[in-house]
């Protein structure tokens, strides 16, 4: 079975200085990849997927993530933040073909960008 | 607009007392689930449903059951709940094909 590891559970940041939330997984097959988003109060939304090709992903609101095989890592970075992306980043994995039901979650890193 | 919906939003009640969430999608999707958020712990899955009247147990199923009687329509229920069941609970929907999941607006639920 595959699992996530996200590496900080919270993360302060000056606002319009860089980010990296971190991810590492854990599987012994090829797996998909993913960053979600929960703004306060809100419900998930899909920041960027990896699935094939490209090892650099691009997201939305100036996210991307690189997926890195030999260290089973997918962190996501930003390079200037801003107050408006203070919200709390899920890493997620699933296997291909098994259907995106089968999503494992990280525990969630909280990042808060302070004027 | 494409979305997934649940009702209620905010839910208090008391140990025993039998409740229903629901939750419908109007995107086709086959794939449903629901998830219960807990502070430090992240999602985990509760249960699962590939297509009408199949149904399946998540990571954290006890204290808890599904139906799936129609494509758009994936209620979960509470027959006796306990306050280890307070919780922020989504639901979600995928395509077959497809490897996104669009989320619930999120149900917060205190047992007392």
């Known amino acids: 079975a595959q699992s996530v590891t996200q590496l900080d559970s919270q993360v302060p940041v000056f606002e319009e200085a860089p980010v990296e939330l971190r991810c590492n997984y854990s599987s012994s097959v090829s797996v998909y990849l993913f960053w979600y988003v929960q703004y306060p109060n809100q419900g998930l939304q899909l920041l960027l997927k990896y699935l094939s090709g490209s090892t650099l992903v691009k997201g939305i609101n100036g996210f991307e993530a690189e997926f890195n095989k030999s260290q089973t890592s997918f962190h996501l970075r930003k390079p200037s933040v801003h107050i408006s992306d203070t919200a709390e980043y899920f890493c997620?994995?699933?296997?291909?073909?098994?259907?995106?039901?089968?999503?494992?979650f990280g525990k969630g890193t909280k990042l808060s960008v302070i004027p | 607009e494409a979305q997934v919906t649940q009702n209620p939003r905010y839910l208090i009640t008391v140990t025993g007392k039998k409740l229903t969430v629901t939750c419908s999608q109007n995107?086709?999707?086959?794939?449903m689930s629901w998830y219960r958020q807990d502070p430090g712990l992240g999602l985990r899955q509760i249960y699962y449903s590939m297509n009408v009247e199949v149904t399946d147990k998540g990571d954290v199923p006890e204290g808890y059951k599904v139906s799936r009687k129609e494509k758009r329509n994936f209620p979960l229920i509470l027959e006796s709940p306990s306050p280890n069941q307070t919780s922020l609970y989504f639901c979600?929907?995928?395509?077959?094909?497809?490897?996104?999941?669009?989320f619930g607006p999120g149900t917060r639920l205190l047992v007392l």
């Open positions: 997620a994995v699933t296997l291909p073909g098994a259907g995106s039901y089968q999503l494992t």
């Open positions: 979600a929907s995928s395509s077959t094909n497809g490897e996104t999941q669009y």
């Open positions: 995107m086709n999707h086959e794939y």
